[in-house]
C-alpha cells in the first residue's frame, strides 16, 4: 500500500486542504442512523469496519505530513498545548513505545523501529526522521518521549493517570481540538473535564464510562465516534485561538455552504499502558465537506436527517446554530425521505463527479 | 449557560475537623469565629492553628494561644492581606509532616489557591477540606491570553489582561483556581448580551 502524501496543503489562511475521492469513501461516518443521541458507543478497537479508518491502531492517511507540519506550527506560537505533570514520566515512554511499535508493524515502510535492548533506533521516512536513543533515558531523545512522538502523529492525545477509582487529565498533546482546552483542563477528574457537556450527565453517559474505562484491560484497546461541524477544514478550533476561528462561523452562505461546512469525526481510542498504568486517549480528527459527503449518497441523506432533527441543547454546544439551517437546506436537496439500512458503510465505491 | 449543573463546578458541604489528624489548621479569608465555621470542635484533641486575613497592615502574623471547649490548644494568627497568609503557608506546608490537616473556608479564588498550596506539597485531597463563605465572585482564567481576573461579579467582564470581554462560564479549574472566560463576541465582534450583576 502506498499513500500519497500532500505535504503543502494547509488548515489554515488559504485553507488548501481536501480528500481524495479515496480519502472520502474511507471517511468514518459516524451515523448508523437517521437521529443522533449521546451514548456509550463504545467498542473493541480491532482491525475491520465499516472503514479501512479502523484498520491500524493509528491510521496514517494521505493528510500525515501536513498535519505534523500544522501542528509545529500551532506548538511553534503556543507550546502549552502540549502539556504533562511531572509524575507521567512512565506513561510518556509507555506512549512512545506504543505509537512506534504499531506504526512499524502497521505501516512497515514508512516507519521502522529496530530494539537492542534498551538501545533504539527510529525512522521516520516520510517526515525525514531518524534517531538512535536509550529507551527511558530521556536526555538521549531532542525532545521528551512523548512530544517527541506525539509530534509524529495525526490527532491528539491525552494521558490519563487512575487512582482513587478515578481518571485524571494529566497530561496531553493538543493541537487539533474541538474547542476543549488542556491547559485549563489539566489535572482535572473524568466528570470534570466533561463538565461542559449538556444532557450526557443526566443520562449516567459519564458514570457508566467511567466505569468501563477504569477496568479497560492492556491489549484490548476500545473505541468510539464522536463529532462536530468546523467552517473551512481548520484543525486548530481551540479555544485559545476562538478569537481568530469564531468569525467563520458568519461567513456561510447559500452559496458556499457546500463547501465551507465540514463535518469533524473524532476516532477515539483508549490504550490501557503497561507501565504506568495510564491510559493513552487518542482523538483522530477527520474534516470532511458536506459537498463531499453527499456524494455518497446514503450519507448525504442520513445527514440532513441527523441535523435536521439534532436536539437543540447539543447543536448549540457543538456551535452549529448560526449555520444549521443553511446546511440543512442544502442536503436536504440530497434527501429524498427514502428508509436507509443500519449502518455507516458508504456501499458504493466510487463516487460522482463533483458538482 | 452562566449557572448550571456543570460538573467541574465544586460542591461544599461544612467543614469538620478530622479526628485522625496530629495538627489542624483552619485558614479563613476573614475574621470569621472557629464555631461558625467548623464542626467537631467540643471533641477535637490535636492542637488546632487558626490563621485569618485580617486585610490591614497593623497585624504581623504573631501567634496568639487560646483554648477550645474541648480544652485543646488554638493558636491564631492574623496576616495582612491573603498573599501574606499564602506565602507563609507555603512555608509552612514545605516542612509539614504527615498527619496535617487542612482546612479552607472563604471566597472561592481564596480556598483553591490555598488547595492548590496543598495539592502542590503533595497533600492527599481528603487531607484539605473547602467550604465557600462569602461573596460569590469569583476569579476568572481567560482561555486566550491566560490572565487571572480577579473578583468577577458579572456575567460578562473585561479580561485584565487581553481587554477582551468574556463569559464567564461555570467550568472550574482546580489547578487555575479559576472559572473559565471565553470571549463573548468572538464570532461577532460587538455582539454580547449586556452585563448581569449574578456573582454579588
Known amino acids: 500500500m502506498t499513500i500519497q502524501f500532500k505535504p503543502e496543503e494547509t488548515f489554515r489562511d488559504d485553507f488548501s486542504y481536501a480528500n481524495s475521492d479515496a480519502a472520502v469513501l474511507r471517511f468514518p461516518f459516524p451515523f448508523p442512523e437517521d437521529t443522533y443521541m449521546y451514548s456509550v458507543n463504545i467498542e473493541p478497537h480491532v482491525p475491520g469496519g465499516p472503514s479501512p479508518a479502523y484498520d491500524n491502531p493509528f491510521d496514517v492517511d494521505e493528510h500525515y505530513v501536513a498535519e505534523c507540519a500544522e501542528r509545529a506550527r500551532v506548538l511553534e506560537q503556543d507550546p502549552s498545548r502540549c502539556k504533562i505533570l511531572p509524575h507521567m514520566m512512565a506513561a510518556q515512554w509507555d506512549t512512545l513505545e506504543l505509537i512506534m511499535e504499531s506504526f512499524a508493524t502497521s505501516y512497515p515502510e514508512l516507519f521502522s523501529l529496530t530494539r537492542e535492548g534498551t538501545r533504539w533506533t527510529w525512522e521516520n521516512r516520510p517526515l525525514g526522521i531518524r534517531d538512535s536513543f536509550t529507551f527511558g533515558d530521556a536526555s538521549t531523545l531532542p525532545l521528551p518521549p512523548f512530544e517527541y512522538i506525539t509530534r509524529q502523529a495525526q490527532g491528539d492525545f491525552t494521558l490519563q493517570d487512575q487512582r482513587e477509582d478515578n481518571l485524571f487529565i494529566d497530561g496531553g498533546m493538543v493541537t487539533t481540538q474541538a474547542d476543549w482546552s488542556l491547559d485549563f483542563d489539566v489535572g482535572m477528574t473524568f466528570h470534570q473535564w466533561h463538565g461542559p457537556v449538556p444532557l450526557a450527565h443526566q443520562k449516567g453517559v459519564f458514570d457508566r464510562a467511567l466505569k468501563f474505562l477504569l477496568r479497560l484491560q492492556f491489549g484490548q484497546p476500545v473505541r468510539r465516534l464522536n463529532w462536530t461541524m468546523t467552517i473551512n477544514p481548520r484543525l486548530d478550533t481551540s479555544p485559545e485561538n476562538y478569537p481568530q476561528w469564531g468569525p467563520d462561523r458568519t461567513t456561510v452562505t447559500a452559496e458556499n455552504v457546500g463547501r465551507k461546512v465540514h463535518l469533524r469525526v473524532e476516532l477515539q481510542s483508549l490504550f490501557r499502558l503497561p507501565r504506568s498504568n495510564a491510559i493513552l486517549f487518542g482523538i483522530r480528527c477527520y474534516l470532511c465537506s458536506i459537498e463531499d459527503l453527499a456524494r455518497v449518497e446514503i450519507w448525504g441523506k442520513r445527514l440532513h436527517r441527523v441535523l435536521r432533527d439534532l436536539h437543540p441543547d447539543i447543536a448549540d454546544y457543538k456551535g452549529l446554530t448560526r449555520y444549521r439551517e443553511l446546511a440543512v437546506a442544502y442536503l436536504s436537496a440530497f434527501d429524498d425521505g427514502a428508509a436507509l439500512p443500519t449502518g455507516t458503510a458508504p456501499r458504493q465505491s466510487i463516487l460522482p463527479a463533483k458538482g | ?200
Request: proline share 4%; charged share 25%.
Open chain 2, 1 to 200: 449557560m452562566l449557572v448550571s449543573d456543570i460538573k467541574s463546578r465544586p460542591v461544599y458541604e461544612r467543614l469538620r475537623l478530622d479526628r485522625a489528624a496530629r495538627r489542624h489548621l483552619v485558614i479563613a479569608d476573614m475574621s470569621r469565629p472557629l464555631d461558625e465555621v467548623i464542626d467537631g470542635l467540643g471533641t477535637a484533641t490535636a492542637p488546632i492553628d487558626h490563621w485569618v486575613v485580617a486585610a490591614t497592615s497593623a497585624v504581623d502574623a504573631r501567634p496568639a494561644v487560646e483554648r477550645a471547649d474541648s480544652g485543646s490548644r488554638v493558636e491564631k494568627r492574623a496576616f495582612r492581606a491573603s498573599a501574606h497568609l499564602l506565602d507563609r503557608l507555603s512555608h509552612r506546608l514545605a516542612r509539614e509532616t504527615i498527619g496535617l490537616r487542612l482546612y479552607a473556608v472563604g471566597e472561592e479564588g481564596f480556598i483553591w489557591n490555598v488547595a492548590r498550596l496543598a495539592r502542590e506539597a503533595g497533600m492527599e485531597a481528603a487531607e484539605c477540606q473547602t467550604a465557600h463563605a462569602g461573596s460569590l465572585r469569583r476569579d476568572v482564567f481567560c482561555v486566550h491570553c491566560k490572565t487571572i481576573t480577579p473578583g468577577v461579579t458579572t456575567s460578562i467582564a473585561a479580561c485584565s489582561g487581553c481587554g477582551a470581554h468574556l463569559v464567564v462560564r461555570d467550568h472550574f479549574s482546580r489547578t487555575h483556581a479559576a472559572f473559565m472566560g471565553v470571549q463573548a463576541d468572538a464570532e461577532a465582534p460587538g455582539e454580547y448580551a449586556p452585563a448581569e450583576e449574578i456573582f454579588p
